[in-house]
């Protein structure tokens, strides 16, 4: 199950072009993807209503797509508006479309009921375009459940074991307890390494006197959505008090999609504020993030097949699973609202 009232996100800009229709599995249901002539998106259900067809194998025309099965062709909202050979089309001939926002180079999708799809709800990621800032897009598929994934980023002492060349640091980055606190829709997650190595991703590009401070300060929230202020700074040099003197400084954006049960999308960029003329310090941060983001693949899809072998194992909790378990506690809540939500009230049945 998944929460559905919600703002998912669907796709990278740049991966629905102009012409192109693009397919996509959200939330277990087949989801195609087009520009209007204007440039707007369209996402529609990649499921013709005749013979379930997808119609991302179909064919653009105009601002209408049709399906090249047996022909069908539905509009922007979903309307079958052409049947060859029928002059009459069933008013149920119609596909659903789902509501689709397009902000700081991310396509937003909600799954669920269009009449509570607020656009105000999505989360700011302007760093993803800000000219203050530069990244490279990323964006990886999981062959398991977005959860352990959930789990993998909000526990951040994994680290130095999972990640020594990347973005791990030395081992004492895991001795510290990080600040767990309920914000809506999830937790934030304050942590402060003081006078500690500097990380081998931070020294590869920017030289450091010594020793350094470095923080990850997150919000994780519904529905696997990662919004970070971390960095790296000279250690003893006020950067916990604010002030970030000779930091090197990013702004995470990461975001889980569930495919399926088993397969998960996983979105993210790395902006960062420093060395701005410099291409190369964004494509090393960028490979440093990719390179430690496969690493976190392999072990969690390790993890994944290793629980899939006995399903009635249950995992013992640590004291460093505060956040897991917080933020699974408000999924569950909103999945059990959102099931509440559907059953007919006792005066109806």
């Given at each position: 199950m998944f929460?559905?009232?919600?703002?998912?996100?669907?796709?990278?800009?740049?991966?629905?072009?102009?012409?192109?229709?693009?397919?996509?599995?959200?939330?277990?249901?087949?989801?195609?993807?087009?520009?209007?002539?204007?440039?707007?998106?369209?996402?529609?259900?990649?499921?013709?209503?005749?013979?379930?067809?997808?119609?991302?194998?179909?064919?653009?025309?105009?601002?209408?797509?049709?399906?090249?099965?047996?022909?069908?062709?539905?509009?922007?909202?979903?309307?079958?508006?052409?049947?060859?050979a029928q002059q009459r089309i069933p008013e149920r001939a119609k596909i659903k479309r789902y509501p689709v926002v397009e902000r700081h180079r991310w396509i937003w999708i909600w799954m669920g009921d269009p009449a509570l799809a607020n656009p105000d709800a999505i989360p700011d990621t302007h760093w993803l375009d800000d000219p203050a800032w530069r990244c490279l897009p990323g964006y990886i598929h999981y062959h398991v459940n977005y959860l352990l994934i959930c789990d993998n980023l909000l526990d951040f002492s994994h680290l130095p074991f999972v990640h020594p060349t990347s973005l791990g640091g030395s081992e004492d980055y895991a001795k510290v307890q990080p600040k767990v606190e309920r914000i809506e829709n999830g937790v934030r997650i304050t942590r402060w390494v003081l006078n500690t190595d500097v990380p081998p991703f931070a020294a590869a590009v920017k030289d450091w006197p010594g020793k350094v401070d470095r923080w990850n300060i997150y919000d994780f929230t519904l529905p696997g959505i990662l919004l970070m202020d971390s960095g790296v700074a000279p250690?003893?040099?006020?950067?916990?008090?604010?002030?970030?003197?000779?930091?090197?400084?990013?702004?995470?954006?990461?975001?889980?999609?569930?495919?399926?049960?088993?397969?998960?999308?996983?979105?993210?960029?790395?902006?960062?504020?420093?060395?701005?003329?410099?291409?190369?310090?964004?494509?090393?941060?960028?490979?440093?993030?990719?390179?430690?983001?496969?690493?976190?693949?392999?072990?969690?899809?390790?993890?994944?097949?290793?629980?899939?072998?006995?399903?009635?194992?249950?995992?013992?909790?640590?004291?460093?699973?505060?956040?897991?378990?917080?933020?699974?506690?408000v999924v569950n809540q909103r999945l059990e609202e959102e099931n509440q939500a559907r059953q007919p009230s006792a005066k109806e049945s």
């Open positions: 929460v559905k009232n919600t703002w998912y996100v669907a796709a990278w800009s740049h991966e629905v072009g102009p012409d192109a229709l693009f397919s996509r599995v959200v939330t277990g249901s087949p989801v195609v993807m087009y520009r209007k002539e204007d440039g707007t998106i369209v996402a529609l259900e990649d499921r013709c209503c005749h013979r379930g067809a997808p119609l991302s194998v179909g064919r653009r025309e105009g601002d209408c797509v049709r399906c090249m099965y047996h022909g069908l062709k539905f509009d922007s909202a979903g309307a079958c508006v052409e049947a060859p250690a003893a040099n006020g950067a916990r008090e604010g002030t970030r003197v000779d930091a090197a400084e990013f702004r995470g954006c990461q975001a889980l999609t569930p495919e399926t049960e088993t397969s998960t999308h996983y979105f993210f960029a790395h902006p960062h504020n420093f060395a701005l003329d410099r291409p190369e310090v964004t494509r090393s941060v960028h490979q440093s993030v990719v390179a430690a983001f496969d690493e976190d693949r392999d072990i969690i899809t390790a993890q994944q097949r290793n629980l899939s072998l006995d399903p009635d194992f249950e995992m013992m909790p640590f004291g460093i699973d505060s956040a897991l378990s917080q933020f699974r506690w």
